[in-house]
Structure formats: structure tokens, C-alpha cells
């Protein structure tokens, strides 16, 4: 595994301070270089726990030492011993997006929108190597610093998926209130299913709730898969016609007919002046609080386990009939 990595024993050259957040197998460590006093974040996965799924983070390995983007974590090096392997990236210490979002004063169309472009402008990058995210959600932009003008970086490459010329993907995976209705409909897919992410993340950042939402998912599933969501008033009232019908562009029940990103950030919501200027944080903060404080969201259920349970359902097939 990792072919090029440094076998010196990473802690004579990083100093390893405290755990930065937790993944499936691996925790991400606060560290310093030694020498220069630069920080990183240092991606520490047990090999004990990754029996099995190396391909997985080889994977991740492989999409991240490909990219150079302004808007994407960088992998800086790699350092390999028998316990652990250690991905060590671009530290970015801004915190999460909906966080974010909380804390500040004020918040527009006009700030959701900037917020959007770069995501376009990133995915856009990796769409153009033929790099497929698959598993864009809120949790996995994180901004560049504390300062107010900081960019926004997307994280978490552990899905991605380069698509061959010609061939569709066809693995079920993902977060299910973010994923797109062919990857539940266990159809193959391809690019597409990015853009139907951005568009569930843009709709969020405009009124503070998800499209799709349920405590049953059989009923979430049907939603997704039908694209059945709302503008509900009073939340969407003040937002502009122009958010709505981009919105919808980037959610559309069919792959073929959503923008692609290219298309996206050339729509006037993104590059001309459609987006609003009124002051929408009061609502969208109350809202992000209330509906993702609790981490009803945040589950980490992988689709693959949800389209078992779907099958279990009787959904596959029957919900499939109503929603073409």
C-alpha cells in the first residue's frame, strides 16, 4: 500500500497534538512539523481496521495525490509503518459550514451563492479529471480559516471514483439525504450525481432545512427517488425566483436534463447579480440549529446498506413503477 510513502517513524518529524474529529477507521490528529513549526492534519488509520478495505483507501490516496485546487484539501505526504498508515494533508482550521453559517451576523442569497461557486468551481476540477465525488454533504466542506473571507474546502475523497471513458458507475454509496434518485434507483450513474448534491446543499443553505426528510426510510427513499420537494412558504417567500429555477436545475429527477457544473456556474444566480441581497440569516440559522443539531443527517448510513434495507421493503421494484 502507498507504494511512495515515508517509512521513518512520522513522529521524529510531526509532533501529534490533540484528535480533530473521528472517521469510519481512522482519527485525524492536530500535529506540527518539528522543524519548521508548520501545522498539519495528520490522517491516522490503524491497519487492523482496514483489512479488507484497503482498496478503499488507496483509493483516497490515489484521487488525493492527483488534485491541486484551490477549494480542495491537498494530501502533502505520506508515511507508512506495519501499525499505521498516515496521510498528512493541508491543515484547515476554519470549522464546518453549517457552523459557520450559525455564528454569523448576517447572511445572504449573495453569501450562499459565493458559497456555492467555489463547490462548482472545485467539483467542476475534479469532473474534468473524471473524478466523482460521491459523497458531497455539508459535513465535508470545512472553511480554509477563521477569517472572515476564508474560502470553503472540500474534505473526504474516500468514495471518489474515477469514471472510465464509456462505463457508468454502479456502486451504491453515499449519504442517503444527499444522494441522487438513479443511486437508489441502483441504476448506473456517472457525474451527475455531484451536482444533484450541490443542489440538496444550495436548498439547505437558503431556508436551513433538507429537501427530503423523514423518519421513515422507506418515505425518504420515495421522496428522493420521485424528487418530490418543496419552496415552502414562509421560509422560501423572501428567497429569489432566480435561487428556485437554479435549484431545480441542479435537482432534476433526471440526470440527462440537471446542468452540469460548467453550466451551473454560468446560471445568473451564480455569476450575475439574480442573487438577493436580503438579510435571510435570522430563519436559516434557527433552522440549521433546530434540524441539524441533532444529527438526524449526519448519519453515517452507507447507501448500500440503505438499498439492502430498501429491498427488504419491497421498494426497489414497486416504488421504482411509481416514480418513472
Known amino acids: 500500500m502507498a507504494s511512495d510513502a515515508n517509512k521513518v517513524d512520522i513522529r521524529t518529524k510531526f509532533d501529534l497534538k490533540e484528535v480533530l474529529g473521528t472517521g469510519a477507521f481512522s482519527k ?27 482498496d478503499s483507501i488507496n483509493n483516497e490516496i490515489s484521487v488525493l495525490r492527483s488534485l491541486k485546487h484551490c477549494n480542495i484539501v491537498e494530501l502533502l505526504e505520506i508515511y507508512d509503518n506495519p501499525s499505521h ?18 455564528e454569523k451576523g448576517s447572511y445572504t442569497e449573495k453569501d450562499a451563492s459565493h458559497l456555492i461557486s467555489q463547490i462548482l468551481d472545485a467539483i467542476d476540477y475534479l469532473h474534468s479529471k473524471d473524478i466523482v465525488h460521491r459523497d458531497l454533504k455539508p459535513e465535508n466542506l470545512l472553511y480554509h480559516s477563521t477569517a472572515e473571507d476564508s474560502k ?27 444522494v441522487a434518485p438513479e443511486v437508489l434507483k441502483q441504476k448506473p450513474y456517472g457525474k451527475e450525481v455531484d451536482v ?13 432545512y433538507p429537501p427530503f426528510y423523514d423518519e421513515n426510510d422507506q418515505k425518504l427513499f420515495e421522496q428522493i427517488m420521485k424528487a418530490e420537494y418543496e419552496f415552502d412558504s414562509p421560509y422560501w417567500d423572501d428567497i429569489s425566483q432566480s435561487a428556485k429555477t437554479f435549484i431545480s436545475r441542479l435537482m432534476h429527477k433526471n440526470p440527462h436534463q440537471r446542468y452540469t457544473c460548467k453550466q451551473a456556474l454560468n ?17 436559516v440559522s434557527q433552522n440549521i440549529k433546530k434540524n441539524f443539531a441533532r444529527n438526524k443527517w ?6 448500500a ?5 430498501m429491498k427488504k421493503l419491497n421498494l426497489a421494484t414497486q416504488t421504482l413503477k411509481n416514480s418513472t
Not at 444533484?196 to 436551513?208: E, F, P, T
Not at 449526519?298 to 447507501?303: F, K, L
Not at 446498506?305 to 434495507?309: K, L, P, Q, S
Open 28 to 54: 485525524v490528529f492536530l500535529a506540527e512539523n518539528r522543524k519548521s513549526g508548520n501545522r498539519v492534519a495528520i490522517k491516522c488509520i490503524p491497519r487492523k481496521l482496514i483489512k479488507g478495505k484497503e
Open 85 to 102: 498508515l498516515y496521510l498528512v494533508m493541508q491543515l484547515v482550521s476554519g470549522g464546518e459550514l453549517f457552523d459557520r453559517i450559525v
Open 152 to 178: 470553503i474546502m472540500i474534505s473526504d475523497f474516500g468514495l471518489s471514483k474515477v469514471e472510465v471513458e464509456g462505463q457508468m458507475l454502479k456502486t451504491a454509496c453515499g449519504t442517503p439525504g444527499y
Open 196 to 208: 444533484w448534491s450541490i443542489g440538496v446543499i444550495a436548498y439547505i443553505l437558503l431556508c436551513g
Open 267 to 283: 446560471d445568473p444566480w451564480i455569476a450575475g447579480d439574480a442573487a438577493g441581497s436580503k438579510d435571510i440569516h435570522g430563519h
Open 298 to 303: 449526519r448519519q453515517a448510513i452507507n447507501v
Open 305 to 309: 446498506t440503505a438499498t439492502a434495507r
